[in-house]
């Protein structure tokens, strides 16, 4: 199988990582905030990003390569909930643009599974940039009314 691939994938692996560790860091302080709405919300992501990071692994053990166990960042901690959203959209928008492209190369080198894999995550990683930017623009548009929704 491709090295190309499976360099691919751990960069992808090492991404999901930095994600679980950014929306779990976020989740810890909303939740210490009393923003338990959102922070269940980031939570929830951070879960699916957990469930990426483990198929990314299986694909990578697969093709005989060496899952990498280090995210490509660190976490971003103590930021207002309106710099965690900008910095969220970023890691999604990142991941989705990597994807993309990983999808292509993977098809290039003839391995169809992977290029399935980063098809599917791409998925996930498209509705979640859309609910980072749909809170973003609630809070944009309606302040502390909005964020008065998100407690508890």
């Keep these: 199988m491709s090295k190309k691939v499976i360099e691919l994938l751990n960069a992808a ?3 999901e990582l930095t994600a679980i560790s950014q929306y779990m860091a976020q989740h810890y302080e909303l939740e210490d905030q009393d923003f338990g709405k959102l922070g269940t919300k980031f939570k929830e992501i ?3 990003e957990m469930k990426h990071a483990e198929k990314l692994a299986e694909r990578i053990l697969f093709l005989k390569g060496e899952p990498t166990s ?3 960042a660190s976490a971003k901690k103590g930021q207002s909930i309106e710099e965690m959203l900008k910095t ?3 890691l999604e928008d990142q991941a989705i643009k990597m994807y993309n492209e990983a999808s292509t190369v993977c098809a290039a080198e003839k391995d169809q599974i992977s290029k399935e894999l980063f098809e599917e995550l791409l998925k996930d990683e498209e509705e ?3 609910y980072f930017e749909n809170v973003k623009n609630h809070v944009d548009k309606l302040g502390a009314a909005y964020l008065a929704t998100l407690t508890g």
């Design 13 to 15: 692996r090492a991404r």
């Design 46 to 48: 951070a879960i699916t």
């Design 70 to 72: 280090a995210p490509d």
């Design 88 to 90: 969220n959209m970023a």
């Design 128 to 130: 979640h940039y859309n």
